[in-house]
């Protein structure tokens, strides 16, 4: 699974990887034929916490959420990986654990700890040496090299475009599998990225419903140069309004008959999860 992963970056088309939060998503993005998934730390904290992304998910609910992603389904799994939840030591064992669940690739970030959503203000980073300590203890901490590792910084919106560009240069000489830099301005900035990087290692988009970056198509993106592109919390936001809706409609409606086209029926539903399969195995035994 890693390998594909790794082979599927190197081709011309971009990888479109769709946010997920649980192994609900997961499965339902992989019935739509995507070829991997983003777990986002974001997501998970706005479903599993009811929080924003301000650093308040640990790294034990994020491996916990990805064990049982994959327990579900069979394609590669990037995981939102925050900082490492800590200095260089902590880091590497966030490496372990999340490798152990299944990990495909793992995304660290520059920023301090706790860090914030790369969308909001007020984001602090760490200095280049200290990033390039914790991306060499990630490197030594996974057990194959098949399980990738994937660079962000923060910096541009700290630190300025020249320092931004120097950070990524420093992680790509860490031996890093992939480069992320995040919240680009501007079409001009994500285009003057690629022309840097592109042609030598993997380079992913970020695009944030209302955020910072200006949101493309994958085919667009894959046309600049990158080579991995994320929605990370389109899922999410999609699935709140739908939840607005739908609760909304229940409180005054008291029925949900007014939204049953809109829904799946009971037995929609256990196909969706294959509730007849399960059941079919269970008679095996």
Sequence with gaps: MNTSLQQRLQQPSAL????IYDAFTALVAEQAGFEAL??????????RLGRSDIGLTTATEVADTLAR?????????????????GNALNTMRTVKAFERAGASMLQLEDQTFPKRCGHLDGKSVIPVAEMCGK????????????????????????????????RAEAYLECGVDALFIEALRTPEQMASACRQFAQRIPLLANMVEGGKTPVHSAAELGEMGFRLVIFPG?????????????????HTHQS?????????????????????ALLELGQRY
């Design 38 to 47: 983003y777990l986002s730390g974001a997501s998970i904290a706005y479903t």
């Design 16 to 19: 479109l990887a769709p946010g």
């Design 135 to 166: 991306l060499k203890a990630a490197l030594d901490a996974r057990t194959s090299s098949q399980t990738l590792i994937m660079a962000r910084t923060d910096a541009l919106a700290i630190e300025g475009w020249d320092a931004t560009m120097a």
């Design 69 to 85: 992603i994959n327990e579900r389904v069979t394609i590669p799994v990037i995981v939102d990986a925050d900082t490492g939840f």
């Design 256 to 276: 949900t008959l007014p939204m049953q086209n809109e829904m799946l029926d009971f037995d929609q539903l256990n196909e969706l999860i294959g509730t007849p």
């Design 234 to 250: 389109g899922t999410a936001r999609a699935v709140a309004h739908t939840l607005q809706k739908y609760y909304a409609s229940l």
